[in-house]
């Protein structure tokens, strides 16, 4: 009986032995007692070291602005938006939408340091699909020891079919090729065009195939939700962290003083009175186009991902507000601007 269990044992260690292709096999007991690094980011919370991230949103939402600031915070050692820490390292700015003279007035604005560590490289016509420019410029981000690299916008830098599952498989393989060197991504990125009929969640409304979005390490959403004369209000979203919990919505305060730019951080938003106000929202647009009754408003709201609780309580609220006129007719209840 002896023997019978050492020979067992033994051909259970020859299986072990027998991994194909230089595969590594960890097994879930070795897994557990396993001491990993915990990630690490660039931006605490919501840029991660070494990932892919994008910064989506309609266009004039404040992107290029966001991405301005990020690049000086993180090359010159400064908390973004006086609240989240960052790792200094040296940052490339490839810019495919506007000329070296608009980047220069927009950065002069935000305030930067005297010396900092970001480069600049606008409407040189990279494209990363381009094999030897993509080379080209892994070689650059290597030999000038590059940490990060922006790229403004996603659409300007490639030729590739975005909406198409296999062609947005390759455009985010192609940034992995920098994610394997060290270097951490972050990518403008549009929304579909605007329809109070379109989903509301971020990662919905994100151009292009899923298989983007299931490619990114960080999905960061920008909405320009009020402007005055010397202010707009923006909310950050981050609909996606494959590194933990996604932070909370946040609200900042683009501020022009002086000549000046300057991001003010403005708190969390709590999510629910959020969503409330996108219901709102899409109410609104939709009785633009005619008297609609609640079943009516529900139906219509339901598959763009709302909720009939929230539906509801939103057209009340509109209600009471005198946002809203409501009519009965029978057992229905009509409602209109």
Known sequence: MVNDNIEKFKKEIQKEDLVPCGWKVIKAEQLSKMELPEPEF??????????ITILAGNPASGKSWLLLEIAKCISSNQFLFDKFGTKEARVLYVDEEVNLGETKRRWDKLNPPYITLTDFMNLQGFQIDDKEQRKGLLDLCVWRDYGMVIFDSLRDINSLNENDSLGAKILMDYFKEFTKRGITILISHHNRKESFLNPKEPSQVLRGSTAILANLDSLLAVENVRKTEQTIELI?????????????????????????????YGGEIEDEVRKLEKTKEAIIELLKHGERYTGEIVHTLIPLYFKERTIKRAITELKEAHTIKPRKEGQRTYYSL
């Open 236 to 264: 950050i979203t981050q609909s996606k962290l494959k590194q933990g919990k996604s932070m909370s919505p946040f609200k900042l305060n683009l501020i022009e003083e002086d000549g000046k730019m300057k991001f003010e």
């Open 42 to 51: 660039l931006v605490e919370g919501l840029i991660p070291k070494e990932g």
